[in-house]
């Protein structure tokens, strides 16, 4: 044979498992990045250097929006994050460093990496802001997972590859290549055909006595389309999504009870990691009576609702005497008003007390 090779190469489908990944994970790192991180003092939010940190600007190099996603993107991939405060007050994120877990003492960390700078120093758990995203690590359960999706994915690609493929075959008089010289002409002249055969729109093959080339294009006809090949990518985004809570409708644009599934990813993915997030940075930022006397930080999650699409069910609560306009304005997001009238509570609609009667009947 002339020392022809015919193999396939295994070809590593690696970015299917990145494009899942990178999807999800900056799609709930876009959500997170839209939040506000209020610092509250009693009944009143404070405007001061922690929520110009937290908010604006939490380093020199980046801004707060791509501060919180790549803060997301590194806590799902590794499963935990690491904030550290510089000491000039910049937040930064740590690339690399060492956890050092203890059962009865603070835990530190050394080793900490931020970009090309290693710091020499060891941060105490109190000093730092360190979230695990589960409770066990998402990436071996992916790569698990890639492992038959990615060879499915596989095959069917390469079978899609080989669906009406040019075939070529070749007869050649084994008499006339007897000479290793020959054999490496006649190599080199095979070699050249293909290439041309391959890369060419129009390849003109010259005749040659003993060498006769054909052509099969039949193909395989029932190979897979390649809707199966989406089918297998979208499939693999799908379990991807799952496992970290993202609705299968919200990544592929489904409009269908969009509202009811905004609510549930909402209520089941992100409330749940900013109450993470809050919990820490009001531990590390405040102390316990600090906390306890009315300071700490509040976020503000994106909201899939306007107040005026709340307009009607506001009003409700407030005719009826159950909120007072401040407790509303509290509940939707705002600051309390100053105004004393709405601290009051008013009832504008025709409620009565129920009276009874000695004859045990009731009237209004």
């Not at 997972?145 to 690609?157: N, Q, S, V």
């Not at 693999?236 to 990813?265: C, R, W």
């Amino acid at each position: 044979m002339f020392d022809v090779e015919m193999f396939i190469e295994k070809t590593d489908r690696i970015h299917m498992k990145r494009l899942a990944l990178d999807t999800c994970i900056a799609f709930l790192g876009r959500t997170i990045s839209q939040s506000e991180f209020r610092v509250k003092n009693g009944k009143q939010f404070v405007n001061d250097e922690l929520y110009y940190r937290l908010n604006i600007r939490p380093n020199k190099n980046m801004t707060a929006s791509t501060f919180w996603e790549t803060f997301v993107n590194k806590l799902v991939y590794d499963n935990e994050c690491l904030i550290i405060q510089s000491d000039d007050g910049d937040l930064l994120i740590a690339d690399d460093f060492t956890h050092n877990e203890y059962a009865v003492y603070e835990d530190t960390f050394t080793n900490v990496m931020v970009k090309d700078y290693l710091f020499k120093r060891s941060f105490l758990q109190n000093e730092v802001i360190h979230l695990k995203y589960r409770n066990e690590k998402l990436q071996p359960m992916i790569d698990g997972l890639f492992a038959d999706y990615g060879d499915l994915f596989g095959r069917i690609l390469n079978s899609q590859k080989r669906k009406n493929q040019i075939r070529g075959t070749v007869d050649m008089d084994l008499i006339s290549a007897k000479t290793e010289a020959a054999q490496a002409q006649l190599q080199m002249f095979i070699d050249n055909m293909y290439k041309a055969v391959n890369e060419k729109d129009i390849a003109i093959i010259p005749q040659q006595k003993g060498f006769e080339y054909k052509e099969h294009a039949s193909g395989n006809a029932n190979a897979p389309g390649v809707d199966e090949v989406n089918k297998v990518t979208n499939g693999f985004l799908d379990q991807v999504a799952m496992a970290i809570g993202i609705p299968i409708s919200l990544l592929h644009g489904t409009m269908a009870d969009v509202e009811k599934v905004t609510k549930n990813y909402k209520l089941f993915t992100v409330n749940p990691l900013l109450k993470k997030i809050s919990d820490e940075a009001n531990v590390k930022f405040f102390e316990q009576k600090e906390y306890l006397d009315g300071q700490r930080i509040e976020i503000k999650s994106i909201s899939y609702q306007s107040i005026f699409d709340l307009a009607t069910s506001i009003d409700k609560l407030i005719s009826s005497s159950a909120f007072t306009g401040n407790e509303i304005r509290l509940e939707v997001g705002y600051e309390a008003s100053e105004d004393p009238n709405l601290d009051k509570h008013y009832i504008t609609k025709n409620y009565a007390e129920m009276q009874t009667d000695e004859g045990g009947e009731n009237e209004e």
